[in-house]
């Protein structure tokens, strides 16, 4: 295997590699939350002018907290704007701030205290503005129940399922792999072939496969591996991904919904991917697809429908993306055991789409034996390509599917000892094989951050998605 292979044969952990990820994965350890999260502010999100979701230094002559909402959302003035004031004033972060309420304005509507903008606080030996943060404006995303849809997706799409899924009863046998997926139902229309181009450390370019799956208006949940990984697992060698072409519903050479191209500043991996050295619990990304958002677009295989996205609430129910620890309330009180889905492009099918079964193993996989939450672990036929496909839960009798997981591909290598303790590898020629699988677990957390940045393209001023 060259050291290329993680690139070249598709993003799935290569034969003898792992591409980084349990090579360096390091379980919890004493003392430390065994969630692995910590979502803490990012000080480098600092902005001279205000700004939602940076902080924002307190300036002489800059205006009043009215006027800093007003510049920062893009309102002039009336109910909206004093609503973002109170939002500002309000956070956690910037309580420490207040001054008791001056006139009767301000008793009124910032009753229990109102940010003060005076250099009236300490920095060093030196009087100084309050540093304040100015919240993302809050995006209501159907899939997290936030509020109702957007005007724009109170269309319903064809919500009947286009064939048997790999359900509860379903056994490996009854049912083959290989039938043809009609690509323009629902759910496989929101599963997105990924074509990424990428410049070697030598100046040449190659290009590899992976999936994901269209989750917002113009976004798209993928592994962060896919763009986001390094040359032979070396650290002073970044990949250099120039750009991602992304086809929803793709069957081969068959794009129902065209191709989208990317610029290397529209997609995002969790701060934590690269910090830890590749910890398979970060594998998760979120790309941009350019305006305008595809999911708002009709088209002629839909009967001029609307492509919409995985969890648009509207009249869509039966495509859910919750948290996993919401599952219970749905009557899913465990996952282990259970058949789910896992639909993705193989490197060598030529851009056919195939369905497999994942047979849940553990929905807490351990390591060294203490829970990894963040995880889950299946048995399922993947390859090269697969890697950031949807893995998903078809309930029967609710006829819903629940979106569970990212998938990130094997569980270990056969160069170094596996980190998962029911994880073994085997050695069979040149290549290397690993049981079982893994995904990236969609927690409180990960939904949150997948919300977080959904929310930095949404415009305040038009209420639309950027």
Known sequence: MNTLGLVELGLENPPGKTGGPFGSFNPPGPGIASDGFQFEQVNSLMSDTPVPGHFYKIKYGGGGLLETAGRAYGLKSGA????????????????????????????????????????????????????????????IHPFLGLGTAVDSFDEPVDPRQPQREWGEESA??????????????????????????????????????????????????????????????????????????????????????????????????????????????????LIRLPNPPIAYRRFGKLKNKMLS???????????????????????????????????????????????????????????????????????????QGISGSPVWYWDEKSKRRYLIAVHHGGCGNCETPPALDDCTTQQVGEDCTSDPKIGVLLTRQVVRQIRDWINEDYDAKRGIAL
């Open 80 to 139: 909206e704007r004093l609503k973002r004031a109170q939002t500002i004033n309000s956070h956690p972060l910037n309580m420490k701030f207040w001054r008791p309420p001056g006139n009767a304005f301000e008793r009124k509507y910032f009753g229990k205290g109102v940010i003060s903008f005076l250099p009236r606080f300490t920095c060093g030996d030196r009087k100084c503005f309050a540093t304040i943060w100015i919240p993302p404006v809050t995006y």
């Open 172 to 285: 490996f046998g009854h049912l083959s792999a290989r039938r043809h997926i009609d690509m323009t139902k629902v759910p496989f229309r929101w599963i997105c072939r990924l074509r990424v181009f990428l410049k070697q450390p030598d100046g040449k370019i190659k290009q590899s496969f992976a999936t994901g799956t269209l989750i917002g208006p113009r976004h798209v949940l993928t592994a962060a591996h896919v763009f986001d990984a390094n040359w032979a697992n070396d650290p002073t060698t970044p990949a250099e991904v120039l750009t991602i072409n992304v086809a929803a519903g793709a069957d081969g050479l068959r794009t129902p919904f065209s191709w989208s191209k990317t610029k290397p500043i529209d997609w995002q991996s969790h701060p934590h991917w690269r910090s830890s050295q590749f910890d398979p619990r970060f594998d998760f990304g």
């Open 309 to 383: 996205f995985w969890g648009n609430k509207g009249k869509v129910d039966d495509t859910l993306l919750l948290p996993v620890e919401a599952l219970p309330k749905h009557g899913i009180q465990t996952l282990t055991g259970k058949a789910l889905n896992l639909c993705g492009y193989r490197t060598h099918d030529n851009g056919r789409p195939i369905l497999v079964p994942a047979m849940v193993r553990s929905a807490s996989p351990t390591a060294r034996k203490r829970p990894v939450r963040q995880l889950i672990t299946y048995a399922a036929d993947t390859s």
